[in-house]
């Protein structure tokens, strides 16, 4: 599979993610009695690991594992991803990925362009006690990686067709801890590729062969649209179809708390919008429906009270190519010529590892924004609410 058609579809993740083969999940032979708890994999120690696919040498995507040293560590001899347990100084499982895989294989995120674009399923590995979160991540090169001795045997670069749901799949039986399990195998360049990093595959490649929607009625989709250089302006009354269209396809609930057409700011490309983006003051009024929390926080600063970034939403298909980052940096020029001296912005905090989440929180961190406070009082989804914020 070529890396461009993998860039396109990994773009952004979706809300809801395919389910992995059902053959790769391990199963009790001997008794109904399941190896995964019914709490969705919410308790255990976190723990993260690094998917990372990259073009090889012929443009063909690979995805990065390794081979476990065969003795002294905890899943000794496996086929995994780089990663492992989280470290207090992590701030959220993408700097766990990402640490352990510097820890592991030398990653240099920089050297080779990567870029965070959201996670697979969490889920607990109930062998070693951890909740693993998969971060999702793009190279733009081929990473130099050299495997830690201490940890890493060796290093595969696997070709992604070896994880799409036509690939074959092997069954195997072994005795673990006197239970006798089944489960499906990945075979790859001589390793057979069962268990946790089996599942995170197989969903993988249930992804990646999802042909993801373009959301346009006309002959040009987002990514065609999003080829051209486009261009962030304020919003008019010519754009309001458009801005239906966007919304219809991508997210038509915002439809119902969209403020008026003069104070959107648009990404166009072509007649396709790619972006909408606004910001209102932070102490404006609100309607009973809409989310308040952070009760009691004030900001003095000169009389002006800060802007919130209201609404920022990017077609998926065009996301990584630099939108969301300029209408970002329109919204605050916007907002820094109406007098404030900061701009808000708040998501799920660190607590929620839903895809769209984690890929959010780091949007907003390469891009100016700080932590600032975490509402733990009102629950957004189920999940705390964390406040960052921009100087103008």
């Excluded at 492992?84 to 993408?94: L, V």
């Amino acid at each position: 599979m070529r890396f461009e058609l993998v860039r396109e579809r990994l773009q952004a993740l979706p809300r809801e993610l395919p389910e992995a083969p059902a053959i790769l999940t391990p199963i009790r032979v001997d008794s109904p009695e399941s190896l995964f708890p019914p709490d969705g994999g919410r308790r255990g120690r976190p723990a993260a690991v690094l998917v990372l696919l990259f073009p090889d040498a012929q443009g063909q995507a690979r995805v990065l594992l390794t081979v476990r040293v065969p003795h002294g560590i905890q899943h000794a001899g496996e086929v995994s991803f780089p990663g492992g347990s989280a470290e207090a100084g992590d701030s959220d499982p993408i700097a766990t990925a990402l640490r352990e895989a510097a820890e592991e294989v030398g990653l240099d995120p920089a050297a080779c362009r990567l870029r965070v674009t959201g996670a697979l399923e969490t889920f607990p590995l109930t062998v070693s006690g951890f909740r693993i979160t998969p971060v999702v991540a793009l190279a733009e090169r081929r990473p130099r990686c050299r495997p830690s001795p201490d940890e890493v045997a060796r290093i595969i670069e696997a070709p992604v067709e070896a994880f799409l749901p036509d690939a074959p799949v092997e069954l195997e039986e072994r005795v673990i801890r006197e239970r006798l399990i089944r489960f499906g195998v990945y075979p790859v360049e001589g390793e057979r590729v069962w268990g946790a990093t089996a599942r995170m595959l197989g969903q993988l490649g249930a992804l990646l062969a999802t042909t993801p929607p373009t959301g346009l009625s006309g002959a040009e989709s987002w990514t065609e649209a999003g080829a051209r250089t486009p261009r962030v302006r304020p919003a008019s009354a010519a754009d309001r179809r458009a801005i239906s269209a966007f919304l219809a396809a991508m997210a038509p609930e915002l439809a119902r708390s969209l403020p008026p057409t003069s104070k959107l700011l648009v990404a166009k490309g072509g007649n396709a919008i790619l972006g909408l983006a606004s910001w209102a003051p932070w102490d404006r009024p609100r309607a009973d429906e809409e989310p308040r929390g952070f009760d009691g926080l004030a900001f003095e600063e000169d009389g002006h009270p800060p802007a919130e970034l209201t609404l920022l939403a990017v077609a998926p298909n065009v996301r990584g190519r630099g939108i969301g980052r300029d209408l970002t940096n329109a919204i605050a020029a916007a907002a820094g010529r109406a007098g404030p001296r900061r701009l808000l912005a708040w998501t799920l905090a660190d607590s929620a590892i839903q895809p769209s989440s984690v890929a959010v929180r780091a949007f907003f961190r390469s891009n100016g924004f700080v932590d600032v406070a975490v509402d733990r009082r009102y629950l957004a989804l189920g999940e705390d609410r964390l406040l960052l914020s921009r100087p103008l």
